[in-house]
């Protein structure tokens, strides 16, 4: 397994999921795929003015990167806009920081953790496909088919099925947002999440790791080196 980025910093989550040229269909389109991370980095420099070296410090990265991250994300932009393709936004390894607009006394907000769990995490979740370490990372946070809970204190697991949530119409990233807060969640790790589901579990504290693939075992080896690094 090659070394897993250093895990960027992202203060926004684009609303927007797609951009196509008009008068053309999906399915008629080839497209490419700007991931969060590059659009920060094109927000930060492009749109809000910054300094490479202000991004990079905004962004928990060297200057370096930030300058590979830009490169990579114009020539997309570029090939997309000159060969009329399509644009997809998603993925990247990212940590969401906590929106300061987020009120946590909303309706659905409980269980902030306390400075110590934040420092010092002992449970992790990982949204899952199967019931196992060697499963697929399930991307979909509110209808993934299991969440996988990592006790850090002595390894051991705790399974937690989502069998059903195919069938709800809506509102099952909330209820599963509050089901492993009580399971004791501190760490998230899984492939998207929504504004609203953001928004409660960082306001309680909760740090959240966006991954683009793998088994839920990489994913857990790339937050485990990503932690130790950053010293906690």
Not at 54 to 59: D, G, L, P, S, T
Not at 140 to 166: C, K, M, P, W
Not at 210 to 217: A, D, K, M, Y
Request: aromatic share 6%; hydrophobic share 40%.
């Amino acid at each position: 397994m090659t070394r897993p980025k250093t895990l960027r910093q992202i203060d926004s989550i684009p609303t927007v999921k797609w951009f196509k040229p008009s008068g053309v269909k999906m399915c008629d389109l080839m497209e490419v795929s700007l991931t969060f991370d590059e659009i920060e980095a094109l927000r930060l420099a492009d749109f809000e003015g910054l300094y490479q070296e202000k991004v990079a410090e905004r962004m928990g990265v060297s200057r370096q990167t930030v300058g590979r991250i830009l490169v990579a994300a114009r020539k997309k932009v570029a090939e997309a806009l000159v060969n009329g393709k399509a644009i997809r936004l998603e993925g990247g390894q990212i940590q969401y920081r906590q929106p300061a607009c987020f009120d946590p006394q909303g309706e659905h907000f409980r269980g902030a953790l306390t400075a110590e769990q934040i420092k010092h995490p002992t449970k992790v979740v990982i949204t899952s496909s199967g019931p196992g370490l060697d499963s697929e990372v399930d991307p979909r946070f509110g209808r993934a088919a299991y969440f996988i809970v990592i006790h850090l204190d002595d390894g051991s697991l705790t399974v937690l099925s989502n069998e059903g949530s195919e069938s709800t119409s809506k509102g099952v990233g909330i209820q599963n947002s509050q089901r492993i807060l009580d399971a004791g969640a501190e760490v998230i790790i899984t492939g998207r999440v929504g504004h609203k589901v953001m928004g409660m579990l960082t306001a309680a504290g909760v740090r959240i790791f966006l991954v683009e693939s793998g088994t839920v075992r990489e994913a857990f080896e790339v937050f485990k080196k990503e932690y130790a690094e950053g010293g906690g």
